[in-house]
Structure formats: C-alpha cells, structure tokens
C-alpha cells in the first residue's frame, strides 16, 4: 500500500488549502481513509476521516465548520479541503489508511510520508 500526501505549502491565515492524499496498492472498500498532523513538539492528532465505501466523516472539534474531508473513488484519492485556515494549524499533515477505523492513531495501518502545512499570521 502506498499513500502519496501533497498539496501542503505556506498560506497567510484566513486562506485555504487542498491535501491530496492519492492512494494504491490494494482495494480500499473497507478502509477508512484519514488525515492526521503533529506540529513541532506536539504529537500527531487527528483531525479527519472519511470510509471508502460508505461516506460516513469524522471531523475533530478544532477543525470542524472549516475543513470538509471527501473522496474520489475514480481516482483513488481522499481531499481536505482546509478553508479559514489559522496559525495553530500549521503542523506536517499525514494521511493514513485503516480497516474499518475511526479516530484512533493506532487504528491506521499505513502512513503517507507527510505534506508541511505553514499558516502565517
């Protein structure tokens, strides 16, 4: 399984960005594709999640209302929309893969290599 995370950069707060996360290797029907991020000296939290098949989303309070998780299954890629972005948002963001997971670090199995996300202020 490979997860390839892109779309990171700088962006003043108020602005948005978009991660990619584009992912192959296997059928992912009963996977639940997520998005986590650490920023220095911090550990990894997560922030959203979304199942392959069954479009159910999970969002963490900090960052509901303004980013929106979503899927492409023809392309086999998982967005995050990141709108009114804020300076506690700068981290590296991770997109990771799990079976049937929800919210928990260790329900990923897989681990894309991490995309810099930096809001200025």
């Known amino acids: 399984v490979q997860l390839q995370a892109s779309g990171g950069g700088l962006v003043q707060a108020g602005g948005s960005l978009r991660l990619s996360c584009a992912a192959s290797?296997?059928?992912?029907?009963?996977?639940?594709m997520g998005w986590f991020r650490q920023a220095p000296g911090k550990e990894r939290e997560f922030v959203a999640a979304?199942?392959?098949?069954?479009?159910?989303?999970y969002y963490a309070h900090s960052v509901e209302g303004r980013f929106t998780i979503s899927k492409d299954h023809a392309k086999n890629t998982v967005y995050l929309q990141m709108n009114s972005l804020k300076p506690e948002d700068t981290a590296v963001y991770y997109c990771?893969?799990?079976?049937?997971?929800?919210?928990?670090?260790?329900?990923?199995?897989?681990w894309g290599q991490g995309t810099q996300v930096t809001v200025s202020s």
């Open positions: 990771a893969a799990g079976v049937e997971a929800a919210m928990g670090y260790d329900e990923y199995d897989y």
């Open positions: 290797g296997r059928t992912f029907s009963r996977y639940t």
């Open positions: 979304i199942t392959w098949s069954g479009g159910r989303i």
